[in-house]
Nanobody, 127 residues
Framework: QVQLVESGGGSVQPGGSLRLSCATSGFTNGYYAIGWFRQAPGKGREGVACISTTDDSTYYADSVKGRFTLARDSTKNTAYLQMNSLKPEDTGVYYC????????????????????WGQGTQVTVSS
């Protein structure tokens, strides 16, 4: 069974940095997209970024492009989301997620298509 365990997150001032980790287990052979959704208070869940397990290609939402970097360490079965130049609007609960088919759920904010989730971690950007 696929399991995703998140770590990282916390509180930081605007302009600061944080790194989220997502340790994965239970993957069978084949393609997976691993990434993060986030949910701000009172808003829906949006796709932030994801990475392919076959070729390490990535997708970033326009709101985080150039500030967030997603990478994975296949030897540790862990994905990392490095978040720099954080803004107050980045505040929310960040959920690690995986899809066995494509990037589409992340690109389309279609969180209902995601079956496997991490437990979520709070990111707060405030002065």
């Amino acid at each position: 069974q696929v399991q995703l365990v998140e770590s990282g997150g916390g509180s930081v001032q605007p302009g600061g940095s944080l790194r989220l980790s997502c340790a994965t287990s239970g993957f069978t052979n084949g393609y997976y997209a691993i990434g993060w959704f986030r949910q701000a208070p009172g808003k829906g869940r949006e796709g932030v970024a994801c990475i392919s397990t076959t070729d390490d290609s990535t997708y970033y939402a326009d709101s985080v492009k150039g500030r967030f970097t997603l990478a994975r360490d296949s030897t540790k079965n862990t994905a990392y989301l490095q978040m720099n130049s954080l803004k107050p609007e980045d505040t929310g609960v960040y959920y690690c997620a995986t899809d066995h088919a494509s990037f589409r759920p992340f690109i389309n904010n279609d969180w209902l298509q995601i079956y496997y989730w991490g437990q979520g971690t709070q990111v707060t950007v405030s002065s």
